[in-house]
């Protein structure tokens, strides 16, 4: 089995900026962990200031210099935002485009036009799956809510049976499919491979997400009868334009990214050598940031040209696109900043000390510890880059497969049961009109079956490969 790269193995340990001890460092995590937590829930404080200060507050309980604390914070900030900014910000335009230029809503609407009766919910699931490749969550669901909703409505389906499997199929792609932030900077954090990641994801995220969409939204649509609320239909984007993209060209393109870096992990098995031609070319037109360049500029004639956008609309697009995620990268940025403190007090040693002496498997503890955050602070992403800092230095011995794995244990666990401390379940609940109640049998239900299920067959493939 091909092993990680020897400098990613064999990298001088860091200094520890304190000298506390293991029980000082336990009460430090805790402590820092429930000021991110307080400020977050209590104080409802951005989670970039959260992390911030929670950092911090982390060093300081640990016993480090304040100085050496924000050097570690800093840097931490740094190479994390150099490493998967670009990439965030070059999915937000492919996302961007494909919503503007009506591509998202032509592979709705093609995909509808050949589905109807019990396989309208395998149709929903299939087209968040699709489109949630290159979006956002929270923008996949804005995308995705007026086509529930008319569907819902034109054919007489409970809302709860076409919006459930749409939900588990952007919320799948969120938690465990880069490039969406969670499992990029998790791969980052981690030194894992990112087409083996993409590979193993794919197929831990298939049977997820059919038994948290389609099987499980026959229950939910028992549990929950509520007609489609007719104040959240807005206008689709494509209503205003005279031509869009075709099917075939937004696919091919949606999915550019992903075959390029699925062609790259599969050249790297088969002929492993990093001499070869073949290989060396894959591994530049396989990287990430080359995949979703390409894609990008793809998106600009297959997308923007064919749906009538001059050179002035194509760059508002690109413009408008970036600013959102300004709030994203400012929050995976503290979250890094947050692991390299976590890593630079001794926290990641510690664990290693500790977890020696336990019979519980390295991936189900990634899982747990990212359970224990996100019902915590009620945010996936932010419990996705605290748990990789903190189970980092368990990947060391393991192989590119298992690292893998340990990013996608991780991913799984920071979608488990979102709660009222959860942006995402306000946005479900007041799209789809549900009370709080009806959202925690629905859309709560939901996470944790997608956490539960992805994180068993996460530790099955482990068994076997």
């Not at 030194?191 to 026959?218: C, Y």
């Amino acid at each position: 089995m091909t092993r990680l790269s020897v400098e990613m193995l064999a990298a001088d340990p860091v200094e520890p900026i304190t000298s506390a001890g293991h029980a000082q460092l336990g009460i430090a995590v805790l402590a820092g962990i429930a000021v991110i937590v307080l400020l977050i829930t209590k104080f409802k404080l951005h989670a970039f200031l959260a992390l911030t200060i929670g950092s911090l507050a982390l060093g300081a309980f640990a016993g480090a210099p304040l100085d050496k604390a924000i050097t570690s914070f800093s840097a931490g900030l740094g190479s994390t935002v150099a490493g998967v900014g670009v990439l965030i910000a070059l999915g937000a335009i492919l996302g961007k485009l494909l919503a503007d230029s009506g591509g998202a809503d032509q592979i709705v609407d093609t995909i509808l036009a050949k589905a109807g009766g019990r396989s309208m919910p395998w149709a929903m699931v299939l087209i968040a799956s699709v489109i949630g490749l290159p979006l956002f969550f929270e923008v996949g669901i804005v995308l995705l809510i007026p086509v529930v909703l008319m569907v819902a409505k034109r054919g007489n389906y409970s809302l709860m049976r076409i919006g459930v499997p749409a939900l588990a199929g952007l919320s799948v792609m969120h938690g465990l499919i880069p490039p969406h932030p969670g499992p990029l900077v998790a791969i980052d954090a981690v030194g894992a491979n990112l087409g083996v990641t993409l590979a193993l994801g794919i197929l831990v995220a298939v049977p997820t997400v059919i038994i948290a969409g389609p099987v499980f939204s026959k229950y939910a649509a028992r549990w929950v009868d509520v007609p489609a609320p007719e104040k959240m239909i807005p206008q689709r984007a494509s209503e205003d334009l005279e031509t869009r993209p075709g099917f075939g060209a937004t696919i091919a393109t949606v999915l550019l990214p992903v075959v390029l870096m699925l062609a790259k992990a599969l050249v790297d098995i088969v002929v492993d050598d990093p001499t070869h031609m073949v290989q060396r070319v894959f591994d530049v037109i396989g990287s990430p940031l080359i995949a979703l360049l390409a894609a990008v500029i793809v998106a600009m004639f297959t997308l923007g040209r064919a749906a009538g956008f001059t050179k002035g609309r194509m760059s508002s697009t690109v413009e408008k696109s970036l600013a959102p995620i300004a709030g994203i990268l400012l929050i995976v940025g503290a979250g890094g900043g947050f692991k390299q403190t976590l890593i630079d007090c001794g926290v990641g040693q510690m664990i290693l000390d500790i977890s020696k002496d336990w019979s519980i498997p390295a991936l189900l503890l990634a899982w747990l510890i990212a359970v224990a955050i996100r019902l915590a602070t009620g945010s996936a992403t932010v419990a996705t880059i605290s748990a990789a800092g903190l189970v980092a230095p368990l990947a060391a011995d393991m192989s590119t497969t298992h690292t893998a794995l340990l990013v996608l244990a991780i991913g799984a666990g920071s979608l488990f049961f979102s709660h009222v401390n959860d942006a995402g379940f306000w946005l479900v609940k007041e799209y789809f009109g549900l009370s709080v109640g009806q959202t925690i049998k629905t859309w709560s239900v939901m996470e944790t079956i997608i956490s539960v299920v992805a994180g068993g067959l996460v530790l099955l493939l482990s068994l076997v490969i």
